[in-house]
């Protein structure tokens, strides 16, 4: 039978119920296949090619479905919620288009014996419901000390960086996120608490040396230095004062023009444009040497000064600048006058007219560090740091991408560990007693034929510690039934990696989140049951049915 939207429009394609499935569960398990080998701290790496030949090497399943070309309608469907996951929480992708892959695969199974697919939804929608009650029971809450955030920082590094640099860098990712979290609110206050904001945290890229001088700066890195070069290159005890306000001549907004007829009236014009900048900078220098200025023989020492702007200082007044030793920096990013205030301490001023010395931060270090071309301006040693900068070094473009992106999913994961208070055990742990539970207790009480799907549901969840095993290079099948008999002795039991034996996570350390997870569980069921639900596919837009040629 010819499908009944042909009748209406003859050139659209459409493909029915049977075969519909059969796409959507080939687009799903293809997917999962591309994805599948770069799951868990054993997975390979996928190198991608843009059209200008630019190389990106990647782990990271959200850098690799956002930067693929995917065509296949219901691939590039599951590829849009796993990125819309890593949006949300940060983490999880490559396992929720495993799972979806697998929840069709699964479901495949019993329709092919003839099971309605609405039969096989409805039990995944019970299962996904018995699976985040159980979820609730299943994680830990947990005092987060530092130990213990290092652990989850690795745990969500480890899967996308080598070994030794995920060690490294989980202390630095956690000492980053303690230093810009908020204080904790006390039990009984029902003050607002306010959340970590990540994006005080700067992530600067400098390209040289190697991967592992990846550090954390106490303070903050500034993409440019100082435009004049007889401004100090590096000063100590020095006083910090933030601007907005443009030091140069600034043309009008509206398209005004001033006419003169001799030169005499030009230099007059020119001398009054001069000295309404000249005025704005002697405050600031007058401010300088009311804070600065010493005794010749004073003991103590010796103090500097520093301007930031966000607008532009012209050179003359650059020179009158350095002229007096202060080390200017002009058109500084908006976000880095936020950080600059919480680093050093001070308040960010619109205009000079009333300028304090209390409106000034303070900072133990300033210098500008030169690579080839470029200048980088590094502000340390400042007392209380509230924003942080995370210094990413890599002797190369590829390497530098993808200590970026690790770095992204491991203060996530933190973030998310201190907002959740809750940890789940990783390594597959979650997956092998969620899948136990749902086939023994849940089953039992789903009614009719509802049980396959949570059957299903069951066995799809397997996937997790199946590819991990495949990954580690493990017999599949010896692993997953070493992890089942483990588990019905009641033990909470992930897979080790080095040995392929059953292991308890939460001695070695191994944790994930809790809302990566619940994320995933919502997810994965959704995409499925609307895959499951899709009995026709039609290519019938509006483009589709121009003629040929146009």
């Known amino acids: 039978m010819s499908s009944s939207i042909e009748l209406i429009n003859p050139k659209a394609e459409s493909v029915r119920r049977a075969a519909a499935l059969q796409v959507n569960t080939n687009g799903a398990m293809g997917l999962a296949n591309v994805v599948k080998s770069n799951l868990g701290p054993r997975g390979t790496l996928k190198m991608l090619v843009d059209g200008a030949g630019q190389i990106k090497m990647t782990k990271d399943g959200k850098v690799l479905l956002s930067e693929m070309q995917i065509q296949n309608p219901t691939a590039a469907m599951i590829a849009r919620t796993a990125v819309a996951q890593d949006d949300q929480v940060g983490d999880g992708t490559t396992s929720v288009v495993l799972l979806v892959g697998e929840l069709l695969k699964q479901a495949d199974r019993y329709i092919s014996e003839g099971v309605h697919p609405t039969v096989i939804a409805e039990g995944f929608d019970v299962a996904k419901k018995e699976a985040l009650a159980f979820l609730d029971a299943f994680k830990q809450p947990n005092k987060l000390d530092r130990a213990t955030l290092i652990n989850v920082a690795h745990t969500s590094l480890a899967t996308k960086l080598n070994a030794s640099l995920a060690k490294q860098l989980a202390a630095d990712v956690v000492d980053a996120v303690s230093a810009i979290r908020p204080p904790p609110k006390s039990k009984d206050s029902t003050e607002w608490q306010n959340p970590i904001d990540l994006h005080m945290i700067e992530i600067m890229k400098m390209q040289h040396r190697t991967a592992s001088e990846t550090q954390l700066v106490r303070g903050l890195v500034l993409d440019h230095g100082a435009r004049h070069p007889d401004m100090p290159k590096r000063m100590e005890n020095a006083f910090i004062l933030t601007l907005n306000v443009s030091l140069e001549y600034e043309k009008t907004q509206v398209n005004s023009s001033f006419f003169y007829s001799n030169a005499e009236q030009r230099e ?29 023989d004073a003991k103590e020492k010796r103090k500097n000064f520093v301007v930031v702007n966000q607008k532009g200082i012209d050179p003359l007044s650059l020179d009158l600048f350095a002229k007096n030793g202060i080390f200017a920096v002009r058109r500084a990013k908006r976000r880095n006058m936020e950080r600059l205030q919480l680093v050093c301490g001070g308040i960010a001023q619109n205009s000079v007219d009333d300028l304090t010395p209390s409106v000034l931060g303070w900072a133990g270090l300033v210098y500008e560090h030169t690579l080839g071309e470029e200048k980088f301006t590094f502000i340390e040693e400042v007392r209380e740091p509230k924003s942080v900068t995370l210094l990413i070094k890599g002797p190369n473009a590829h390497t530098i991408h993808q200590i970026q992106d690790a770095l992204r999913d491991g203060l996530r994961a933190v973030k998310n560990a201190i907002e959740d208070e809750a940890l789940v055990p990783g390594a597959g742990a979650f997956e092998v007693a969620c899948s136990a539970h749902l086939s023994g207790p849940v089953k039992k009480s789903a009614k009719g034929r509802g049980k396959m799907g949570v059957q299903a549901f069951a066995d799809a969840l397997l996937i997790i510690p199946k590819t991990l095993a495949q990954n580690g290079g493990f017999d599949v099948q010896d692993v997953v039934v070493a992890l089942q008999d483990e588990q019905a002795e009641g033990n909470t039991v992930g897979l080790d990696l080095q040995s392929g034996e059953p292991f308890d996570p939460t001695v070695e350390g191994i944790w994930d989140n809790y809302r990566v997870k ?18 026709e596919i039609l290519r019938a837009g509006r483009s589709s049915l121009k003629p040929d040629g146009q």
């Open 518 to 535: 619940r994320q995933m569980l919502h997810s994965c069921s959704v995409i499925a049951v609307n895959l499951l639900s899709t009995d």
């Open 268 to 296: 007059k014009l020119v001398e009054s444009e001069r000295k309404f900048t000249d005025a704005k900078v002697r405050k600031i220098i007058e401010l300088k040497k009311l804070v600065c200025d010493q005794a010749v």
